[in-house]
């Protein structure tokens, strides 16, 4: 059974940092494209970063470049979103998501995947 499991949300003051993990089980994420998204209330899901390793390939919406980082820990099965220098506009429930046939930048800009987790809240407030 595909799961995806996140974790590492919380609250944090603006500049100031966090980790996202999430934890895949039931196939080999090396073989998906993976992407982390997030949704603030009254708005619309939105792709903030997304990755397939196997094809060199990673993305990041406009936002969040050079302040967040995806990565992916082979060996743990499990996908990694560093965020630097957070800001209130950051707030939002985080998800990840995992897919086995869709691009990086398809996956981010339409937003879709087969499989989801359940999400974390980000708080970025002082």
């Known amino acids: 059974q595909v799961q995806l499991v996140e974790s590492g949300g919380g609250l944090v003051q603006p500049g100031g940092s966090l980790r996202l993990s999430c934890a895949a089980s039931g196939f080999t994420l090396d073989y998906y494209a993976i992407g982390w998204f997030r949704q603030a209330p009254g708005k619309e899901r939105e792709g903030v970063s997304c990755?397939?390793?196997?094809?060199?390939?990673?993305y990041y919406t406009d936002s969040v470049r050079g302040r967040f980082t995806i990565s992916r820990d082979n060996a743990k099965n499990t996908v990694y979103l560093k965020m630097n220098n957070l800001k209130p506009e950051d707030t939002a429930v985080y998800y990840c998501?995992?897919?086995?046939?869709?691009?990086?930048?398809?996956?981010?800009?339409?937003?879709?995947?087969?499989?989801w987790g359940q999400g974390t809240q980000v708080t970025v407030s002082s």
């Open positions: 990755m397939r390793s196997s094809f060199g390939s990673t």
């Open positions: 998501a995992a897919d086995p046939i869709m691009t990086v930048q398809a996956m981010c800009n339409m937003r879709r995947a087969t499989s």
